[in-house]
């Protein structure tokens, strides 16, 4: 296996609120390109090449790849939490693996309309909309996600998922209901 040099510059760098896998970023790579990934919490720098040998299964999954049969493009392939293996390509930060006081969980900026749009959603028919709301505009106020999870009586990895759903999706985070498989 060919060893990560991060001196090398590298072909495509972009940031997210987690560990992602862009296929209209990567896939354009030659397999001797490498890529950045910026979060907050971390950078990974990979090759192509080393991205599938190493991540073979998201490279393989729907999500990334998407449906021959149906034609559907993938979109990304996002990690909750930064598996083992990505380690090897971590270039920058802690490296840690679980949410918590050392990792800040802060909404990025809005824009005016992503702002009321949010406090609309506080009168929503769906509770779980509303929830959301309430944890973002908290989080926008200069809530802490310890704080936020005492206030709503929520896990830190609710608190975590809404902020990081909505730092990816914006707006339309809000009606994604889908919970996160194991």
Not at 15 to 27: A, W
Not at 157 to 168: E, L, P, W, Y
Request: with cysteine; proline share 5%; glycine share 4%.
């Amino acid at each position: 296996m060919k060893h990560h040099n991060t001196n090398t510059q590298p072909k495509v760098v972009y940031e997210r609120s987690r560990l992602t896998f862009i296929p209209k970023l990567i896939e354009p790579l030659e397999p001797e390109d490498s890529f950045r990934v910026v979060t907050p919490q971390a950078t990974f720098q990979m090759t192509k090449e080393q991205f599938y040998e190493d991540f073979h299964h998201v490279v393989e999954s729907s999500t990334y790849a998407g449906d021959l049969q149906s034609g559907k493009k993938g979109k990304r392939y996002s990690y909750w939490k930064a598996p083992r293996k990505a380690y090897k390509y971590l270039i920058s930060g802690e490296g840690k693996t679980e949410w918590g006081p050392h990792h800040p969980v802060v909404v990025r900026s809005v824009s005016k309309k992503e702002r009321q749009t949010l406090e609309e959603g506080l009168t929503s028919s769906q509770p779980v909309v509303q929830r959301r709301c309430r944890i973002l505009l908290a989080s926008l106020d200069g809530q802490s996600a310890k704080e936020i999870s005492q206030a709503q009586n929520s896990s830190i990895n609710t608190i975590a998922r809404a902020v990081h759903d909505f730092n990816d999706n914006g707006v339309a985070a809000l009606w994604k209901h889908k919970r996160p498989y194991k």
